[in-house]
Nanobody, 121 residues
Framework: QVQLVESGGGLVQPGGSLRPPCAAP????????MGWYRQGPGKQRELVAA???????NYGDSVKGRFTISRDSAKNTVYLQMNSLKPEDRAVYYC???????????????WGQGTQVTVSS
């Protein structure tokens, strides 16, 4: 069973920043596409940011220009740099190993426990 561990969430004021890490065992981070998803109150889980094995990234429209996904293969960790946070960014943020089939990426069944992010003054 693969275990992904997110941390680094918390309460931050609007306009603030957070950089939660997602730690994974072994070479999972360097060998796989990875993604960050979030689920806000009463909402479905949505893709926030993703990174391929080659380092290509893509972002949800609501976070483009504010969030950055990156990986540190030496530390087996994926990060989500979140800047200019807004109250609507409030959600539980989850890390995921992304699968690929037929050239299309999809979220796998490998999830962490999530980390809560609350943006409020």
């Amino acid at each position: 069973q693969v275990q992904l561990v997110e941390s680094g969430g918390g309460l931050v004021q609007p306009g603030g920043s957070l950089r939660p890490p997602c730690a994974a065992p072994g070479s999972i981070v360097s060998l796989n596409a990875m993604g960050w998803y979030r689920q806000g109150p009463g909402k479905q889980r949505e893709l926030v940011a993703a990174i391929t094995r080659d380092g290509n990234t893509n972002y949800g429209d609501s976070v483009k220009g504010r969030f950055t996904i990156s990986r540190d293969s030496a530390k087996n960790t994926v990060y989500l740099q979140m800047n200019s946070l807004k109250p609507e960014d409030r959600a539980v943020y989850y890390c995921n190993i992304r699968g690929i089939k037929g050239g299309y990426y999809y979220k796998s069944n490998y999830w962490g426990q999530g980390t809560q992010v609350t943006v409020s003054s």
